[in-house]
């Protein structure tokens, strides 16, 4: 099955029998932020312009991370029970009223009927240390919808609070990474992998957030270890220039420590990164 490119910033480099999907028209309204309206809109275009099957979804910078929740969707319909495997340096379940924000929608992932749990595996950012804690939507992690899996960055309030189960902190990144495979072996559920390569040291790709202590090498074992069980796949975590039109989204970006790229680099990191997507296209083996 073919890999899709959903170009929607021009980041997504030339992968082999790939179909591209141009919509670069929905990056102003989607990027970094979106309504709910637009979420459902744009999932509508997805059904109708995405083949019946597919493999791995290629989406571009990790700002538009939230577009996984409507793959993520799609791909539940089929099956009556399954897990969501998200390689990430961040939670994704922060707080963020009134909108979708490419850091808020793994809580609507995990209050999907057919999710049992959501694992965010390799967060290393302060997003879910005890400064930030409150910041988290702690519902899912009470109900063991939604497993944090860290390293590098403090989590003992979660022992305090009951949620030692749900927010693990390890003392490597390769700890944890141990640990999350050993206990997924467990389960017989199908998979469905989205990788955000924030996760991944800037050594291995350099991407438009701060970044974690994955290496790449690790990653790419881990998603072969998963190959068998996955249903779908999706990627981001390209680098590429965000020119926000909206001022609450250029003052939201930088208060998330966003930094924008160095032009006179941008095409050394762009093409780094596309060696590894086709790394990452091997080791998924296109499977959806």
């Known amino acids: 099955m073919k890999p899709v490119v959903l170009d929607l910033d021009g980041s997504v480099g030339a992968l082999e029998g790939a179909t591209t999907i141009d919509l670069r028209r929905w990056h102003d309204r989607l990027r970094f932020a979106c309504s709910r309206r637009a979420l459902g809109e744009f999932a509508e275009t997805l059904d109708a312009r995405l083949p019946h099957r597919h493999g791995t979804v290629f989406m571009g910078s990790g700002d538009f991370h939230h577009l996984s929740l409507p793959l993520i969707e799609r791909a539940a319909r089929g099956v009556a029970r399954m897990q969501v495997v998200v390689f990430d340096n961040h939670p994704d379940n922060m707080r963020f009223p009134f909108a979708v924000h490419c ?60 949620l030692a189960s749900s927010v693990r902190g390890f003392a490597s990144v390769d700890a944890l990474l141990e640990a999350f495979l050993a206990q997924i072996a467990d389960c ?44 779908g ?28 790229p160095d032009p006179a680099e941008l095409r050394v990191w762009q093409e780094q990164q596309h060696a590894l997507n086709r790394r990452i296209l091997r080791a998924i083996a296109v499977v959806s």
């Open 103 to 162: 850091g808020s929608w793994v809580s609507r992932v995990a209050a999907l009927p057919q999710v049992a749990r959501v694992h965010v595996v390799g967060i290393t950012s302060a997003d879910i240390g005890l400064g930030h804690a409150w910041e988290n939507r702690l519902a899912p992690l009470y109900r063991k919808r939604l497993c944090y899996w860290s390293s590098a960055v403090s989590v003992r309030w979660a022992k305090s609070v009951g």
């Open 233 to 260: 796949s999706d990627v981001t975590g390209e680098i590429s220039i965000a020119a926000y039109r909206q001022r609450w989204k250029r003052l939201l970006a930088a208060a998330d420590g966003q930094r924008p």
């Open 188 to 231: 017989g559920d199908p998979l469905y992998l989205s990788i955000d390569k924030d996760v991944l040291r800037p050594e291995d790709a350099m991407t438009n957030w701060d970044q974690g202590r994955m290496r790449a090498e690790a990653m790419l074992a881990a998603v072969e270890s998963l190959r068998p069980r996955l249903i």
